[in-house]
């Protein structure tokens, strides 16, 4: 590893940590408006609809300029979305510009790994960046939770409201966004020294039209390659899951295992605890040629979650949310890498992230949608927890039919 690898880990980290942390500032947010329960998922929503309507453009973008450039004006958008925020803007719009933010940072961050290291480091880069991932995730499900938690209201939000000037944040909520500010501000500074690298892929015309035709040939392309069609599958349902299996495991735990908003977030901390572990052993273990073979741990995972509407107990539901998390880092890292390097081949890495985001949001837009007209149903918290884990099972083993048996 050298310093530009390290500055690189260093800028996502942050970001990421950032990003987390926003999530359950934003939650905390809606209900001290008192929003209806049905906004948390749209709020993911209006997050995640960025990275399918800009699709076709971030790719081009990511290609078309160096990548630490690219994480330098995303973290710029996501620090407007933050002000937004704290200047009264509705919470689901300002979140919405955060997510705008992710989108162009996506293609940047993961496409930077297959310019900047050969063919045969990409699982063990994408190992690295995984676990510093998860490792952001982690610490942003704690300090998010602590940030809106009790003792912050009552100590540093007490104190705040003491002062004479205060920037107007005079509540919990608003507290924990402009600390998560400072996050995305750290981020960027980082992004200023990230190595350039020589400008890969980049498109001969700008137009409108032609970054549509573009897009579409290459979605086609992509999908069509064997390799390429069963990590898309993957990544597409491992981030759908994990992005609803977040919010789900929120109520699963205020039901289940009677914790509050603060204790439950803590909980998610957990699942990435198991996923940076499943990543880690992946990194160490699964070549690249044998990506393809890690999909059955996929169904098992499935199953485990659904072994959650047995459990009312924290002490057995951390080991059994860090397991569900270790399977899911163990059987994506691999498909994130075998993406990454077919991708590059095909295409250019910028482009090939923007299908990948492009997918796994349509993904995430579908089971949350799923989640949300769940919730409107009214279904019990058990009868979701069965539906969602059957429903990750089923492809998973539907996928493992049709590939298992393929190598890069």
Not at 67 to 86: A, D, H, P, R
Not at 209 to 222: A, E, G, M, V
Request: contains cysteine; positive net charge; proline residues 4%.
């Amino acid at each position: 590893m050298n310093r530009g690898f390290y500055t690189i880990l260093a800028a996502q980290f942050f970001s990421a940590l950032a990003d987390n942390a926003l999530l359950f500032a934003a939650i905390a947010l809606l209900k001290s408006l008192s929003a209806p329960a049905w906004q948390i998922p749209v709020l993911q929503q209006s997050f995640v609809f960025a990275f399918i309507a800009l699709a076709p453009f971030v790719g081009p973008f990511a290609d078309a300029l160096p990548k630490g450039q690219v994480m330098f004006i995303s973290n710029g958008v996501k620090i407007l979305g933050c002000l937004g925020m704290l200047w009264g803007i509705n919470p689901l719009v300002a979140y919405g510009l955060v997510g705008i933010g992710a989108a162009l940072y996506s293609p940047a961050k993961y496409g930077i790994l297959s310019e900047y290291f050969p063919q045969q480091r990409l699982v063990w880069a994408n190992g690295w960046m995984e676990g510093l991932t998860v490792a952001a995730i982690i610490l942003g499900a704690i300090i998010g939770g602590t940030l809106i938690g009790q003792r912050v209201e009552e100590h540093v939000i007490a104190r705040l409201g003491g002062l004479k000037f205060n920037a107007g944040i005079d509540t919990v909520p608003e507290f924990a966004i402009a600390i998560v500010l400072g996050f995305y501000v750290l981020a960027a500074l980082f992004n200023l020294y990230i190595p350039k690298l020589p400008i890969d892929h980049a498109l001969p015309k700008r137009s409108l039209w032609f970054l549509l035709q573009d897009f579409w040939r290459c979605f086609k392309q992509l999908w069509k390659d064997p390799l390429g069609q069963v990590s898309l599958a993957v990544t597409a349902l491992f981030w759908g899951a994990g992005t609803t299996l977040r919010l789900i495991v929120l109520i699963w735990a205020a039901a289940a295992l009677k914790l509050n908003l603060e204790q439950a977030t803590q909980l998610t901390a957990a699942v990435a605890v198991g996923i940076g572990l499943g990543a880690a052993l992946a990194a160490r273990t699964v070549p690249l040629s044998q990506a393809v073979r890690v999909l059955k741990v996929g169904i098992a995972m499935g199953f485990t979650v659904m072994a959650m509407v047995w459990v009312t107990d924290w002490r057995i539901a951390l080991p059994l949310m860090a397991l569900i998390g270790a399977m899911g880092g163990y059987f994506v890292v691999p498909m994130n890498a075998l993406l990454q390097h077919r991708g590059h081949l095909l295409m250019g890495a910028g482009h090939s992230i923007a299908l990948q985001n492009f997918n796994e949001n349509l993904s995430i837009l579908a089971m949350l949608g799923i989640y949300t007209l769940m919730l409107q149903a009214e279904l019990s918290v058990n009868a979701i927890v069965l539906v969602f884990g059957s429903l990750v099972a089923a492809v998973m083993a539907f996928l493992t039919k049709q590939h298992g048996g393929k190598s890069a």
